[in-house]
């Protein structure tokens, strides 16, 4: 069926560390994986995306990886900040790209 | 700027009534969506519309109805509200996709309490 696995449902790290969420997804023929960040009362915004005919993408502290053998993806944050405490959701696309099947979330807490 | 609205924003209900959330979008947009997000469940996909005339079901479709009023509108019903339809509902947009998907956009979410 329709499914992705998030991990871990919360995390966290000193403020300057790393953090890293993954997913997995069910379906073989899926071919794009954007990652939503959502502040406390905000609604979800799209942070970054990859589609599978790429292995990573980097935006400043924010990269996505790729491996569509093993069917997963993961969120990696660098020199974490405060700013970046927030729930991140990953979603894949399914039935082509009709729609998105998200994971269930992760609750990243930066500690000063 | 061109948005997604939601109203009302917040609506506490009891057992039985009948409910209705409504989207609103200026971006143009063909497709929207329903979701609702429950702490540890994530965001889960009720309906779709992918033009007015195009109604879909989503994961957990039961207990709730669509209406597609105009490529700019999308209302969501609950025709018999049950306490554990209490939830956060967000409504979203997009572009239709082109080889793979697109960014949904979402609104700024209804906050149901049922009673």
Redesign the interface.
């Known amino acids: 069926g329709?499914n992705v696995e998030?991990h871990p449902?919360t995390l966290s790290v000193q403020e300057g560390d790393s953090a890293v969420i993954k997913c997995t997804y069910s379906d073989s023929a899926s071919?794009?994986f954007?990652w939503y960040k959502q502040e406390l009362g905000?609604?979800?915004?799209?942070i970054i995306?990859i589609?599978?005919n790429v292995g990573e993408k980097k935006d400043q502290r924010i990269a996505v990886t790729l491996n569509k053998t093993a069917k997963h993806f993961s969120l990696h944050i660098t020199e974490t900040q405060p700013e970046d405490s927030a729930v991140y959701?990953c979603?894949a696309?399914f039935r082509?790209?009709?729609?998105?099947?998200?994971?269930?979330?992760t609750r990243l807490t930066i500690n000063p | 700027d061109a948005d997604v609205t939601q109203t009302p924003r917040n609506r506490i209900t009891k057992t039985g009534k009948r409910i209705m959330l409504e989207c609103s979008q200026t971006k143009g947009h063909d497709r929207m969506y329903w979701y609702r997000q429950d702490p540890g469940l994530g965001l889960r996909l009720i309906y779709y519309s992918f033009d007015v005339k195009d109604i879909n079901k989503g994961e957990i479709s039961d207990g709730y109805s669509v209406s597609r009023q105009a490529q700019a509108k999308f209302s969501l019903s609950l025709e018999s509200a049950i306490p554990n339809q209490t939830a956060l509902y967000f409504c979203a947009t997009s572009d239709p996709p082109r080889s793979s998907g697109v960014e949904q956009f979402f609104g700024p979410g209804t906050r149901l309490t049922v009673l």
């Open positions: 329709e998030q449902s071919n794009y954007p905000k609604r979800p915004q799209l995306d589609r599978s959701f979603a696309s082509g790209a009709q729609k998105l099947v998200f994971g269930q979330g």
